[in-house]
Each structure stands twice: as structure tokens, then as C-alpha cells.
């Protein structure tokens, strides 16, 4: 596996959720088997085998998140530079609608477009990378070609970044 970009935040947030899988949802799936042995028949217990589904996947995504810690790069906006790096916050323009965005340019392992964290391996996040403000980055989508305008590059404030 080769190494993925992802900020310091995208990084605690992941170790966090790997900390509580492994402690808090291993702790319910041992409650939830345990409970369902006590029952007599296993082969007919369907609590038993969907407490069985559910902790292989939940190793299943231990595993997925302890691999991509282990390949994560960890990478910083270099400040001052003018240009949109990984782990700084852009407000742009779209020129076709005149409705402005505001995102946080992440690696693809903490990308959320319901949180405004848009993957630098996305189209828009390919088309944004170190860009300057004012430039026009063109974004080639299914529905057709799309313009930005980046008006803003700034760090994000941490009760504001998602």
C-alpha cells in the first residue's frame, strides 16, 4: 500500500475512532456474545450470529484503519507560500451559479463532503491544489466542465474546521 497524504487533524481523528473500536466496540460485541450464548440452542440464535457478523466487521475496520495509519503521510500547509496546500481552508466562486464554497483541502482518508473536506484525489480537490487567490481552476465533472474562482486560502480555525 502506498502512502496517503493526511493532515495532523485527519490523523487524531482517525486514531480516535481506531481507540474507540477497539476498546469500546470490542467491549460491546464481547456483552452482546456473551449475552447470547447464554442462550441454550446457538445453531438457532440469531442474536449469537449477528453479534458474530457484526464483530467481523468491526475487526474488519480495525484492520482497514491500523493499515492506513501505518501508510499515513503526515503533511502540514507551508505557510506563507500563497498556494492552496493540504490542510488549509479555500472559499471559492462558482462561476457558473455565482454561489461561493467553502471547504478544507484533505487527503483522501479524511474526506467529508458533509463536513466541508473535500480529497485531494476528488476532481475539485485535484483542480484547487496550489492554486493562487484569484486564479480560475476548471473542473472537468460528469455534468459537464465546471469554473472556480479561488477568492480565499487561510488556515482553518479549529472550532470552525469540520
Known amino acids: 500500500m502506498e502512502e496517503t497524504v493526511i493532515t495532523?487533524?485527519?490523523?487524531?481523528?482517525?486514531?480516535?475512532?481506531?481507540e474507540r473500536l477497539a476498546t469500546e466496540g470490542r467491549r460491546e460485541i464481547t456483552l452482546r456474545l456473551r449475552h447470547a450464548v447464554a442462550e441454550a440452542n446457538l445453531v438457532q440464535n440469531a442474536d449469537y450470529h449477528i453479534a458474530r457478523e457484526d464483530q467481523l466487521m468491526l475487526e474488519r475496520r480495525i484492520a482497514l484503519l491500523d493499515q492506513r495509519l501505518r501508510h499515513a503521510q503526515v503533511v502540514e500547509p507551508e505557510l506563507g507560500n500563497g498556494r492552496l496546500d493540504v490542510g488549509e481552508r479555500?472559499?471559492?466562486?462558482d462561476l457558473t451559479s455565482g454561489k461561493n464554497?467553502?471547504?478544507?483541502?484533505?487527503?483522501?482518508?479524511?474526506?467529508?463532503?458533509?463536513?466541508?473536506?473535500?480529497?485531494?484525489?476528488?476532481?475539485?480537490?485535484?483542480?484547487?491544489?496550489?492554486?493562487r487567490r484569484g486564479e480560475i481552476a476548471q473542473v472537468d465533472a460528469p455534468r459537464g466542465t465546471l469554473w472556480f474562482k479561488l477568492l480565499e486560502v487561510e488556515l482553518p480555525c479549529p472550532e470552525r474546521a469540520a
Open 8 to 18: 495532523p487533524d485527519g490523523l487524531e481523528r482517525l486514531r480516535a475512532e481506531l
Open 90 to 93: 479555500a472559499r471559492l466562486r
Open 101 to 131: 464554497l467553502e471547504l478544507v483541502l484533505v487527503g483522501p482518508l479524511e474526506a467529508d463532503a458533509t463536513a466541508g473536506r473535500v480529497s485531494t484525489a476528488s476532481p475539485l480537490g485535484k483542480a484547487i491544489l496550489g492554486r
